[in-house]
Nanobody
Framework: QVQLVESGGGLVQAGGSLRLSCAAS????????MGWFRQAPGKEREFVAA????????YYADSVKGRFTISRDNAKNTVVLQMNRLKPEDTAVYYC??????????????????WGQGTQVTVSS
């Protein structure tokens, strides 16, 4: 069973940047799409970004498009979410997730089967 461990969260002022990393265990990392989701207090978990197994295609929520960048390094079993021009509304717990099936990409929480423990991102105004 894959384990996902996020790091890089913290407190930042509006307009600042943070870089989230997710380290995955296992030898089949390069066969699965990876995604980032977030959940704010009292709200449902929402899609942020996803990347295909080889890294050739990326997808973003409209709310983060142009500010966030997802990337992966299959040699190191890591996926990164670079977050720039952060806004207070970006405040949430951010989760890394692995796709449910190999070579399949989705953007719904149900399209992802393995989740990390989450890392808190707080953006002050």
């Amino acid at each position: 069973q894959v384990q996902l461990v996020e790091s890089g969260g913290g407190l930042v002022q509006a307009g600042g940047s943070l870089r989230l990393s997710c380290a995955a265990s296992g030898r089949t990392f390069n066969a699965y799409a990876m995604g980032w989701f977030r959940q704010a207090p009292g709200k449902e978990r929402e899609f942020v970004a996803a990347i295909t197994w080889g890294g050739s295609s990326t997808y973003y929520a409209d709310s983060v498009k142009g500010r966030f960048t997802i990337s992966r390094d299959n040699a190191k079993n890591t996926v990164v979410l670079q977050m720039n021009r952060l806004k207070p509304e970006d405040t949430a717990v951010y989760y890394c997730a692995r796709g449910t099936k190999p070579y399949t990409l989705g953007t719904r929480p149900t399209d992802f089967a393995s989740w990390g423990q989450g890392t808190q991102v707080t953006v002050s105004s």
